[in-house]
Structures are given as C-alpha cells and as structure tokens.
C-alpha cells in the first residue's frame, strides 16, 4: 500500500490516461489509488476513485464490471459518516453513470429507478452547481430514450435555470437551448423547436470564436435549417445550411460526417428551390 500522496499521483494518471484513450493504463493506476485510500481510511476518496473505475470500465466496454465498480463505489460512499454537500454530490453522479450503464445493457427499470434516484439527492438537498446541470442533461437523455419526452424537457430547462446563474456558462446554456430545440423538432413540434434553436444560435453568435464554439455553431445552424424546411420557408433553410456548411468545412473539413450531413441537406434545399 502506497502513501496518500502517492495514491493521488496514481489517480491524477489515471484521469490523464483516461483523456488520452489510455483506458488500461488508466485503470491499472486507478486500482492501486484506489487499495492506497482504502489502506489509509479515506472513503471519499476511494468512493472517487471506484465511480473511475467504473467510467474506465465503460471506455472499454466492460459494463458488468462497470456496474459492479459503481456498485462498490455507492458502498464506500454510503459506509461514510460525514454527510457533506460534496459526498451528496458524488453519490448522485454515481447512480447517474448507473443509470446510463444499465439502460446500455437494457435494465430499463433500473436504469429508471437510479434517475430518480439522483433527482432525490438533487432535489432534497437544493444543490444548484455546474456538475448538477450537467447531470440533469444526461439524465433528460435517458429519459428521452424511455419515451418520457416532457420530463426529458423539464430537465433540460431546469438546467439552464441553473447554468444560467454561473458567470461565463453561455455557451453551455446555448448547447442546451440547441438540445430542447433538436428533441422538439424530433417530435415534430417545429416552433417551439425554432424558439430554443434561435436562443441558441443568438448565444453562439455572441460568444466569439473558438473551435467548439464553431462546430456547435456550424451544427445548430444545420438544424434550425431543417426547421424551415418543415415551415416551407426554403429561401431560410437555405440560407441556414449554407451558413452551416462554411463553418463546418473551416471546422472540420469536407469529409467529416457532419459536413456531409449539411452538404445532403443544401442539396435537398436547392433542389426545392430549382437551383
């Protein structure tokens, strides 16, 4: 058993691993962090890295034995005493990469039962954080997989009455603005799928340059043309796609499956229009 330091040298590897697709070595390092904090007592610590264990099982593919990792690391979470607003934070995040581990492997009753879960902890504990909003986003994904498109909605908007109260979290409330306007237009519900995208896109358009900002950009852009194609306003939906498709070739290249998608579209466009 190594030092506490030393076990956190392993688990700051291991999340470098991790980042880099290094997903063996990073679990090799995660595994003696992981014996290191159990050795010297600290649960927090050795619940933290378990749930990594168990994200770098899934980088792998090993779900059984990522949801055994989550498992043991709610264990050690619950087995500490000090209920602290961290430690609630942590045990929520777990059940919430459960949650889309056991709808991967088809437990959709479990997968359900960990969701709500999570709400709990969120709600009875009025933990209004980043990493929360980010959690009701992956959640609101479950949750539109399990065909319950308005409580998927309802997340997504309580997260960005969350993201919204952060300073310099624009960008993050347009992604989400971009993520109700895509599932509204998958349900057919054009305006209000027109509304959300062009929130997002005013956001976008203010925040500057930079890669991320212009890939998101170049692809709400692809979507709010897809809108006017279901409004039968053509001349817009062009316009859109065209737009989307200078920022994704900049962006990406010509190649790049979203470029392509964009390219199929325009096409679609000019062909309506008799161009």
Not at 13 to 33: D, Q, R, T, V
Not at 145 to 159: F, V
Not at 193 to 209: D, P, V, Y
Request: aromatic share 8%.
């Amino acid at each position: 058993s190594g030092t506490v330091g030393e076990a956190s040298d392993r688990l700051l590897m291991g999340l470098i691993c991790n980042e880099s697709g290094k997903h063996e070595a990073a679990l090799e390092n995660f595994i003696l962090a992981r014996d290191s904090f159990n050795f010297s007592g600290d649960k927090i610590e050795e619940g933290s890295v378990e749930a990594s264990i168990g994200d770098t099982y899934v980088f792998l593919g090993c779900l059984d034995k990522a949801v055994t990792a989550y498992q043991k690391a709610l264990i050690t979470f619950k087995s500490n005493n000090i209920k602290s607003r961290g430690t609630h934070i942590d045990i929520a995040s777990v059940y919430v990469s459960l949650a889309g581990v056991y709808l991967r492997v088809g437990k959709v009753r479990e997968s359900r039962g960990c969701c709500e879960t999570a709400l709990r902890i969120y709600a009875r504990n009025g933990i209004k954080e980043e990493i929360v909003a980010c959690a009701l986003t992956e959640i609101a994904i479950i949750y539109e997989t399990l065909n319950e498109h308005k409580e998927a909605i309802s997340l997504l908007k309580k997260a960005i009455f969350i993201l919204v109260t952060i300073p310099g979290r624009k960008n993050m409330v347009a992604g989400v603005e971009a993520q109700i306007g895509i599932l509204e237009y998958l349900h057919r519900n054009y305006m209000d799928a027109h509304s959300f995208l062009s929130k997002a896109l005013l956001k976008l358009r203010e925040s500057g340059e930079g890669r991320n900002n212009s890939s998101l950009l170049g692809m709400v852009l692809n979507h709010m043309g897809l809108v006017y194609v279901q409004l039968s306003d053509m001349q817009q939906a062009v316009k859109m796609f065209e737009e989307s498709k200078n920022i994704l070739e900049a962006t990406y290249g010509p190649h790049h499956p979203e470029t392509l998608s964009v390219y199929s579209n325009l096409a679609g466009a000019y062909d309506a229009l008799g161009r």
